[in-house]
T-cell receptor
Framework: RKEVEQDPGPFNVPEGATVAFNCTYS??????FFWYRQDCRKEPKLLMS???SGNEDGRFTAQLNRASQYISLLIRDSKLSDSATYLC????????????FGKGTRLHILP | DADVTQTPRNRITKTGKRIMLECSQT?????MYWYRQDPGLGLRLIYY???????NKGEISDGYSVSRQAQAKFSLSLESAIPNQTALYFC????????????FGEGSRLTVL
C-alpha cells in the first residue's frame, strides 16, 4: 500500500457543483494532516489543516477518519478559480519528521 | 518579499555541468527541505535539514548534494547534471514547534539538455 494515495483525476465538475476528494494513508502513527492546493507551475500552498473533529473554512470542509486512515476534502458551490491540483499531505511530526505528499488530484471546474 | 526565496527561477544547462540551486528563508525555521516535482510523480524529497549540522538524505538523493550554510540558507547542487534531472525543484521550510506546515519557495525550473 502506498504511503499516501489519492485519485489522480482529473475531476471535471460544473461550476456550482459539490466535489469531494479522498486520500488514504498507511502509517497509523501519522499525526498531522493537510490539504494543499497547487496551481499549474506554481508552488503548493496550504489550503487547510485537517483536525480530528473535522473543520470547515468557508466552502471547504476537511475530515479525518483515523480508524479507516483516510482524509477527505469537500468543496461546495465550486468556482472556476477552484481549478487546481489538490495535494493530500501527512506528517508524523517525530524525529524523522516524515512529510509525505500524495501525488495530487486534478480538479477542473467547467463554466 | 517572499518568505522563502529560490534562485535561479529558471535554468537551462548542458549534461555534465555543475548546477547550484539556492534557497533562503526569513521565517526563522529550523527545518529546510528540497523536493523535486515531475509530472505524474508528485513531490519527492531529495534532502532535508533539521539544523545547520543535521542533514539527511531523502528518497531520491543520488546525484545531488546539499549545503546548509546557515539557518536561513540551504543549497542544492547537481555535481554533474543529467537530462533526467530536468524537473521543477522546490525548497520548503517548516517549524516542528508550530503546526508542521510546510512553506514553499516559488520553485526553480531546471532543464538539462
Amino acid at each position: 500500500r502506498k504511503e499516501v494515495e489519492q485519485d489522480p483525476g482529473p475531476f471535471n465538475v460544473p461550476e456550482g457543483a459539490t466535489v469531494a476528494f479522498n486520500c488514504t494513508y498507511s502509517n497509523s502513527a501519522s499525526q498531522s494532516f493537510f490539504w494543499y492546493r497547487q496551481d499549474c507551475r506554481k508552488e503548493p500552498k496550504l489550503l487547510m489543516s485537517v483536525y480530528s473533529s473535522g473543520n470547515e473554512d468557508g466552502r471547504f470542509t476537511a475530515q479525518l477518519n483515523r480508524a479507516s486512515q483516510y482524509i477527505s476534502l469537500l468543496i461546495r458551490d465550486s468556482k472556476l478559480s477552484d481549478s487546481a491540483t489538490y495535494l493530500c499531505v501527512v506528517n508524523n511530526r517525530n524525529r524523522d519528521d516524515k512529510i509525505i505528499f500524495g501525488k495530487g488530484t486534478r480538479l477542473h471546474i467547467l463554466p | 518579499d517572499a518568505d522563502v526565496t529560490q534562485t535561479p527561477r529558471n535554468r537551462i544547462t548542458k549534461t555534465g555541468k555543475r548546477i547550484m540551486l539556492e534557497c533562503s528563508q526569513t521565517k526563522g525555521h529550523d527545518r529546510m527541505y528540497w523536493y523535486r516535482q515531475d509530472p505524474g510523480l508528485g513531490l519527492r524529497l531529495i534532502y532535508y535539514s533539521f539544523d545547520v549540522k543535521d542533514i539527511n538524505k531523502g528518497e531520491i538523493s543520488d546525484g545531488y548534494s546539499v549545503s546548509r550554510q546557515a539557518q536561513a540558507k540551504f543549497s542544492l547542487s547537481l555535481e554533474s547534471a543529467i537530462p533526467n534531472q530536468t524537473a521543477l525543484y522546490f525548497c520548503a521550510t517548516s517549524d516542528l514547534q508550530d503546526t508542521g506546515e510546510l512553506f514553499f519557495g516559488e520553485g526553480s525550473r531546471l532543464t538539462v539538455l
